[in-house]
């Protein structure tokens, strides 16, 4: 799966490049059929502000979307996997349907 890690005003740690490609692993280890994934992190405007994270897979048919705003980056990451980890099973779930 080609990943791509977008970051505004600020370089992502390597721990963190490390953390998001591990949790995309993860999720390419229950579905095979993701192509990619985007991940686009945002700082809020002061330190207090949430952090922004936007997640998209690129899977065959529609692209799957993520938006999640958290205190830090990793559990924005996790929220928005959870997310589309749904949409996946939905998609999933129509296409043995029409099977």
């Known amino acids: 799966m080609k990943t791509d ?7 992502a740690s390597s721990n963190l490049v490390e953390f998001i490609e591990s949790e995309l692993y993860d999720l390419e280890a229950d579905f095979h059929e993701i192509i990619g994934a985007e991940v686009y992190l945002r700082p809020g405007k002061s330190e207090e502000d949430s952090k922004t994270v936007k997640l998209k897979l690129n899977v065959p048919g529609p692209d799957l979307f993520a938006k999640f705003k958290s205190n830090s980056y990793e559990n924005g990451l996790i929220e928005a996997i959870k997310k589309v980890r749904s949409q996946l099973h939905k998609t999933s779930q129509k296409k043995s349907r029409r099977r």
């Open 5 to 11: 890690i977008q970051t505004v005003d600020f370089d």
